[in-house]
C-alpha cells in the first residue's frame, strides 16, 4: 500500500497524517477545509486544544525537508486563517480553549512513511 500512497504524496501524507491523529486521541473535525482563500489541510481536537495541521510530503532524498518547505507567505496565510477560524468557530466555543497550528511533515521511503510533528509551529 505504501508503494501507492507514494506516487500521490500530499494526499497519502494528509491520509497517514490523519490517521495517526486518531490514534493518538485527536478527533478530526474536518479536512481540506476552506477558510476564505486557503485549504486547512487538517482540523483536529483534543480535550480543549483545537490544531489546524498543515500537512507536507516530500519523498526521501528530495533537497527541502517537509518541515521546511513552508515559507513566510503561507506562514502568515496560516495565522490569518486562525484568527478567522477562531472567531467564526471557536471563540464562543468552550470546549476549544486553544487554537494552535501544527505542521506535519511525512518522508515516503523505501520501508514506509516517516511522520514528524511540530506542535505549534507557526503563531497565530
Same mark, same amino acid.
Given at each position: 500500500?505504501?508503494?501507492?500512497?507514494?506516487?500521490?504524496?500530499?494526499?497519502?501524507?494528509?491520509?497517514?497524517? /490523519?490517521?495517526?491523529?486518531? %490514534?493518538?486521541?485527536?478527533?478530526?473535525? =474536518?479536512?481540506?477545509? #476552506? !477558510?476564505?482563500? $486557503?485549504? &486547512? +489541510?487538517?482540523?483536529?481536537?483534543?480535550?480543549?486544544?483545537?490544531?489546524?495541521?498543515?500537512?507536507?510530503?516530500?519523498?526521501?532524498?528530495?533537497?527541502?525537508?517537509?518541515?521546511?518547505?513552508?515559507?513566510?507567505?503561507?506562514?502568515?496565510?496560516? /495565522?490569518?486563517?486562525?484568527? %478567522?477560524?477562531?472567531?467564526?468557530?471557536? =471563540?464562543?466555543?468552550? #470546549? !476549544?480553549?486553544? $487554537?494552535? &497550528? +501544527?505542521?506535519?511533515?511525512?518522508?515516503?521511503?523505501?520501508?514506509?512513511?516517516?511522520?514528524?510533528?511540530?506542535?505549534?509551529?507557526?503563531?497565530?
Amino acid at each position: 500500500m505504501i508503494g501507492s500512497l507514494a506516487r500521490a504524496p500530499g494526499g497519502a501524507a494528509e491520509e497517514i497524517v /490523519a490517521q495517526r491523529l486518531a %490514534a493518538a486521541g485527536w478527533t478530526i473535525l =474536518a479536512r481540506r477545509l #476552506r !477558510v476564505g482563500r $486557503l485549504e &486547512i +489541510d487538517i482540523l483536529a481536537q483534543r480535550d480543549d486544544i483545537a490544531a489546524i495541521v498543515e500537512v507536507r510530503g516530500r519523498r526521501a532524498g528530495t533537497r527541502v525537508d517537509p518541515l521546511d518547505s513552508i515559507g513566510g507567505r503561507k506562514a502568515a496565510r496560516l /495565522a490569518m486563517a486562525a484568527r %478567522a477560524l477562531w472567531s467564526q468557530r471557536f =471563540a464562543t466555543d468552550p #470546549r !476549544v480553549r486553544v $487554537l494552535r &497550528i +501544527d505542521i506535519a511533515g511525512v518522508i515516503f521511503g523505501a520501508d514506509g512513511a516517516e511522520v514528524e510533528i511540530v506542535q505549534g509551529a507557526i503563531e497565530a
